[in-house]
Nanobody
Framework: HVQLVESGGGSVQAGGSLRLSCAAS????????IAWFRQVPGKEREAIAA?????????????YKERFRISQSVPTSQDVDNIVYLQMNSLKPDDTGTYYC??????????????????WGQGTQVTVSS
């Protein structure tokens, strides 16, 4: 079964950058939609960006498109099927939260609602200080 492992979170000062990684393994289909979400306490999980692993088509939510970028690469390890990154620049204290990657079988126009995804990573914490 598919497993997702996030990494790259941490603490950074406002204006700084982080790159999150989502290592996906156990693929059972040829392609997936993989998305990044953020959750802060007391708020619903919200989408940041999604990528179609087959065609590479990317979707960025308007609130993030100027500062965040999703990308993917083919890993060198045979134990990992795909790595999806989230490059985050010009970070703000409001970006503090837990960041999750999620996957689902690929469909055209990868969705951005949390309920459309069936596989989730454990999350990685990002803290931005002012």
């Amino acid at each position: 079964h598919v497993q997702l492992v996030e990494s790259g979170g941490g603490s950074v000062q406002a204006g700084g950058s982080l790159r999150l990684s989502c290592a996906a393994s156990g693929y059972t289909y040829s392609s997936y939609c993989i998305a990044w979400f953020r959750q802060v306490p007391g708020k619903e999980r919200e989408a940041i960006a999604a990528v179609d692993t087959r065609g590479g088509y990317k979707t960025h939510l308007d609130a993030y498109k100027e500062r965040f970028r999703i990308s993917q690469s083919v890993p060198t390890s045979q134990d990992v099927d795909n790595i999806v990154y989230l490059q985050m620049n010009s970070l703000k204290p409001d970006d503090t939260g837990t960041y999750y990657c999620a996957a689902r079988r690929q469909i055209p126009n990868c969705p951005t609602r949390p309920g459309d995804y069936t596989i989730w990573g454990q999350g990685t914490q990002v803290t931005v200080s002012s």
